[in-house]
């Protein structure tokens, strides 16, 4: 069965970091870009980063550019999103999720992705 599992959401402060991972089982990452997307509460989901299957092209929603950083390790199956400098508008669940092609752009169009994880909560408060 071809699935994304994300881990590592929680309860982080403002200002703080966190870091939550995306690990694909029934299927190689290495032939897909993966997008991040989030769903705060009472919101729609919006893409956040996508990277493709090289690891260096990387896409940033405005919202999120220059505190979150996404990575990827083929050999895990697994692909990363490190988030600092946290603010209470980042609280949302996060989803992962896979490509239908090896490259990704900013636009984040939920229907070039087939495969979604659950999601992971992620809040920021104090």
């Known amino acids: 069965q071809k699935q994304l599992v994300e881990s590592g959401g929680g309860l982080v402060q403002p200002g703080g970091s966190l870091s939550v991972s995306c690990e694909a089982s029934?299927?190689?990452?290495?032939?897909?870009?993966i997008g991040w997307f989030r769903q705060a509460p009472g919101k729609e989901r919006v893409g956040i980063s996508c990277v493709a299957i090289d690891g260096e092209s990387a896409y940033y929603a405005d919202a999120v550019k220059g505190r979150f950083a996404i990575s990827r390790d083929n050999a895990k199956n697994t692909v990363y999103l490190q988030m600092k400098s946290l603010k209470p508008e980042d609280t949302a669940v996060y989803y992962c999720a896979r490509h239908k092609w090896s490259f990704c752009n900013s636009e984040f169009r939920e229907d070039e992705y087939d495969i979604w994880g659950q999601g992971t909560p992620v809040t920021v408060s104090s």
């Open positions: 029934g299927f190689s990452l290495d032939y897909y870009a």
